[in-house]
């Protein structure tokens, strides 16, 4: 009965989101490394991540609350669901960086050529089925 990492993050929400829903559930875990990756967000390849831990015991349980989340698919304010507009596929991703507009590609220049982190880039879904990134604003 030991602890086992059950998934990386690279933030703390997303982390936390999910450690709420599996507490929510009756899972007990914990979040290590996090304050470190926090602070300084290029340490996170460093020590591999801000790590979701939970007993071994619920490693099933917990794969089948992740499996049904993944399922489920995501919806507007007034309960639509989305779709993409190329494929009309649900199997989508949220709160993808895309790097097709010209702001993105000059951040990324600039960043690259100053030694910063890129600061521009534009948040969308991306269809996992044929690759289109869309927004639904337009």
């Keep these: 009965m030991g602890l086992i990492t059950f998934k990386t993050f690279?933030?703390?929400?997303?982390a936390h989101i999910l450690k709420i829903k599996?507490?929510?559930e009756g899972i007990?875990?914990?979040l290590f490394d996090e304050h470190?990756?926090?602070?300084?967000p290029l340490y996170s390849n460093l020590v591999g991540g801000i790590k979701l831990k939970i007993n071994?015991?619920?490693?099933?349980?917990a794969k089948n609350i992740v499996l049904e989340l993944e399922q489920t698919p995501y919806t507007t304010d007034d309960e639509k669901i989305?779709?993409?507009?190329?494929?009309?596929?649900k199997h989508i991703e949220s709160g993808y960086k895309s790097?097709?507009?010209i702001g993105a590609v000059f951040s990324a220049i600039t960043s690259f050529l100053l030694f910063?982190?890129?600061v521009y880039r534009k948040t969308v879904y991306k269809c996992l089925d044929c690759g289109n990134e869309f927004d639904l604003k337009k």
Excluded at 10 to 14: A, I, K, V
């Design 10 to 14: 690279d933030n703390s929400m997303d």
């Design 22 to 24: 599996l507490e929510s």
């Design 56 to 61: 071994e015991e619920d490693l099933i349980h």
């Design 116 to 118: 910063i982190f890129p």
């Design 28 to 30: 007990v875990c914990f």
């Design 36 to 40: 470190i990756v926090s602070v300084n």
């Design 99 to 101: 790097m097709k507009s």
């Design 82 to 89: 989305i779709a993409c507009p190329k494929c009309e596929s």
